[in-house]
């Protein structure tokens, strides 16, 4: 059997991969913290290193735009030179032709010269505002305190994992990993706030980050 | 008992230097926190959040006396806080630190700490603030640090916190910030309200967060008076409509089509897909974009 240490490392690994952020308490190996940045409307994830015009609220579409022919160019194009025309006048221009940093002859050589929107010595671009699939503005933690084990004794009980009433709040789980013979994983998750109604059985990781977070 | 305490009795926090002291400063607030009853998380990835401390309080604020009051008493709540960390060594009394539009929250629960880790040879000071009060803070006073262009691009040093060494006392301009500092600050972001009303808090900072961020100041590098108002009109303008997901949602879907119909090279295309998806993976690492 592995050390709890491992197991939890491992778990603590595969949920950073589905986009969770994790946090550990120093007086319990059995314990991880999952964070995750949502929309508070939609629940969906919600990305601070994503920027969005600062102007009119497009997101940054990772391009540039050439100057002379309107020719939108990849962000690695390594030649600095427009696929289309050979032109070099490439800028990280908003892609929104209302915006008025492309309607304005003025206000876009202004932020031309500093690259154009998306560059970041423009200084008009910053981290999203809104999400990007509902629109909301709105933005919140959402957190779970997550007991891990190996799946002992076909046991779900929470005291053979040594967890107390003590230790369980409103948004404690148990993840309990039963390893295979044939070296399949299958998982219990088991909210411990509805013991009777758990556990669920998972097969595939990414689908446990989805139950966890689905509320 | 002081707060901050010198947890680490082997060693002062001023023997550190700004190359080997960042495991340190995070550690020494972890155990602080610690000491006082709060269970503590540390970071196992790289995150913007530098700890998440827990605690449970009567509705009051107030402590339960033991784990026996806390099960009886339905007046107990279970507090949250999600605390970015920043250490700085007071220069000409001075604490100096960036904000990025990426550190602006609208959880409200969302704390920053800044640590003067010698703020005298023998004293060290926590000055801890929730983002919605910060926030407040910089509307009531009429100073939006937001606004500039600095700002948006990522190095915008705020200088405006400082020790004033006459009457021991911090400042922020003009105005006290002992409100914020240690077991004061403490008992400032320890209020259960924010749990217990966090849809209104919540709203109430994105809101506070709006009128600050949605903001243009020329500064040095935008001279034109002109483009300054130029881009503030269509600020202001577009301001009641941002507010509106639908809106949002709307514009985005025809600049989507408009990106479609102007590109016609497929692997231009596929670049963009793939550079934002490489975005999005990096989720909330403190790494910049």
Same mark, same amino acid.
């Given at each position: 059997?592995?050390?709890?240490?491992?197991?939890?490392?491992?778990?603590?690994?595969?949920?950073?991969?589905?986009?969770?952020?994790?946090?550990?308490?120093?007086?319990?190996?059995?314990?991880?913290?999952?964070?995750?940045?949502?929309?508070?409307?939609?629940?969906?994830?919600?990305?601070?290193?994503?920027?969005?015009?600062?102007?009119?609220?497009?997101?940054?579409?990772?391009?540039?735009?050439?100057?002379?022919?309107?020719?939108?160019?990849s962000i690695t194009n390594a030649s600095g030179h427009?696929?289309?025309?050979?032109?070099?006048?490439?800028?990280?221009?908003?892609?929104?032709?209302?915006?008025?940093?492309?309607?304005?002859?003025?206000?876009?050589?202004?932020?031309?010269?500093?690259?154009?929107?998306?560059?970041?010595? $423009?200084?008009?671009?910053?981290?999203?505002?809104?999400?990007?699939?509902?629109?909301?503005?709105?933005?919140?933690?959402?957190?779970?305190?997550?007991?891990?084990?190996?799946?002992?004794?076909?046991?779900?009980?929470?005291?053979?994992?040594?967890?107390?009433?003590?230790?369980?709040?409103?948004?404690?789980?148990?993840?309990?990993?039963?390893?295979?013979?044939?070296?399949?994983?299958?998982?219990?998750?088991?909210?411990?706030?509805?013991?009777?109604?758990?556990?669920?059985? !998972?097969?595939?990781?990414?689908?446990?980050?989805?139950?966890?977070?689905?509320? | 008992?002081?707060?901050?305490?010198?947890?680490? /009795?082997?060693?002062?926090?001023?023997?550190?230097?700004?190359?080997?002291?960042?495991?340190?400063?995070?550690?020494?607030?972890?155990?602080?926190?610690? &000491?006082?009853?709060?269970?503590?998380?540390?970071?196992?990835?790289?995150?913007?959040?530098?700890?998440?401390?827990?605690?449970?309080?009567?509705?009051?604020?107030?402590?339960? &006396?033991?784990?026996?009051?806390?099960?009886?008493?339905?007046?107990?709540?279970?507090?949250?806080?999600?605390?970015?960390?920043?250490?700085?060594?007071?220069?000409?009394?001075?604490?100096?630190?960036?904000?990025?539009?990426?550190? !602006?929250?609208?959880?409200?629960?969302?704390?920053?700490?800044?640590?003067?880790?010698?703020?005298?040879?023998?004293?060290?000071?926590?000055?801890?603030?929730?983002?919605?009060?910060?926030?407040?803070?910089?509307?009531?006073?009429?100073?939006?640090?937001?606004?500039?262009?600095?700002? /948006?691009?990522?190095?915008?040093?705020?200088?405006?916190?400082?020790?004033?060494?006459?009457?021991?006392?911090?400042?922020?301009?003009?105005?006290?910030?002992?409100?914020?500092?240690n077991f004061d600050g403490l008992k400032k972001i320890?209020?259960?309200? !924010?749990?217990?009303?966090?849809?209104?808090?919540?709203?109430?900072?994105?809101?506070?967060?709006?009128?600050? &961020?949605?903001?243009?100041?020329?500064?040095?590098?935008?001279? $034109?008076?002109?483009?300054?108002?130029?881009v503030k009109t269509f600020i202001m303008s577009n301001?009641?409509?941002?507010?509106?997901?639908?809106? !949002?949602?709307?514009? /985005?879907?025809?600049?989507?089509?408009?990106?479609?119909?102007?590109?016609?090279?497929?692997?231009?295309?596929?670049?963009?897909?793939?550079?934002?998806?490489?975005?999005? $993976?990096?989720?909330?690492?403190?790494?910049?974009?």
């Amino acid at each position: 059997m592995e050390k709890l240490s491992l197991i939890r490392k491992s778990i603590s690994y595969a949920l950073i991969a589905n986009g969770v952020n994790i946090y550990e308490m120093e007086e319990r190996q059995d314990i991880i913290y999952a964070v995750r940045l949502v929309c508070k409307n939609c629940n969906k994830p919600w990305y601070m290193n994503l920027t969005e015009c600062f102007l009119c609220g497009a997101i940054n579409p990772y391009l540039y735009r050439c100057d002379d022919c309107g020719t939108f160019v990849s962000i690695t194009n390594a030649s600095g030179h427009c696929n289309s025309c050979h032109g070099t006048n490439l800028h990280l221009v908003c892609p929104n032709p209302d915006c008025i940093s492309n309607t304005d002859p003025d206000v876009k050589k202004e932020i031309n010269a500093k690259g154009g929107v998306f560059d970041r010595d $423009s200084g008009f671009l910053i981290s999203q505002l809104c999400c990007i699939y509902c629109g909301n503005n709105e933005h919140i933690y959402k957190h779970r305190k997550i007991f891990i084990n190996d799946f002992k004794r076909h046991s779900f009980d929470p005291a053979d994992y040594s967890i107390t009433s003590d230790d369980i709040d409103s948004n404690s789980f148990l993840i309990l990993r039963d390893v295979k013979q044939n070296t399949n994983i299958e998982y219990y998750l088991i909210d411990l706030n509805k013991i009777k109604t758990s556990p669920v059985k !998972i097969t595939r990781f990414s689908d446990i980050v989805d139950e966890l977070f689905s509320k | 008992m002081m707060f901050p305490t010198n947890v680490f /009795r082997d060693v002062l926090p001023s023997d550190f230097n700004k190359l080997n002291k960042k495991h340190v400063t995070e550690d020494f607030v972890a155990e602080n926190f610690k &000491l006082l009853g709060w269970s503590v998380y540390t970071p196992f990835n790289d995150t913007g959040i530098d700890l998440i401390i827990e605690k449970i309080v009567k509705k009051d604020g107030s402590t339960p &006396l033991d784990k026996s009051e806390q099960k009886e008493n339905n007046e107990c709540v279970k507090i949250t806080r999600f605390i970015q960390i920043k250490t700085r060594n007071l220069v000409n009394n001075i604490f100096g630190f960036t904000l990025r539009s990426k550190d !602006i929250r609208t959880d409200p629960r969302h704390v920053f700490l800044l640590y003067s880790d010698k703020t005298t040879s023998t004293q060290q000071d926590f000055l801890i603030i929730t983002i919605h009060d910060l926030l407040e803070f910089f509307k009531s006073t009429n100073h939006n640090p937001f606004a500039s262009f600095t700002f /948006r691009k990522g190095n915008a040093k705020m200088n405006d916190l400082k020790y004033n060494t006459n009457d021991g006392k911090f400042y922020w301009k003009d105005h006290s910030w002992e409100a914020y500092r240690n077991f004061d600050g403490l008992k400032k972001i320890s209020d259960p309200k !924010i749990d217990l009303e966090l849809d209104t808090f919540s709203k109430e900072t994105r809101s506070l967060s709006n009128e600050l &961020l949605n903001d243009f100041s020329r500064g040095q590098t935008f001279p $034109s008076q002109d483009f300054a108002n130029k881009v503030k009109t269509f600020i202001m303008s577009n301001r009641a409509q941002r507010s509106d997901p639908s809106y !949002i949602v709307k514009l /985005r879907k025809r600049v989507k089509e408009y990106l479609k119909l102007s590109i016609t090279d497929q692997a231009v295309i596929d670049s963009m897909d793939k550079y934002t998806e490489y975005i999005l $993976s990096k989720s909330d690492s403190d790494n910049e974009e």
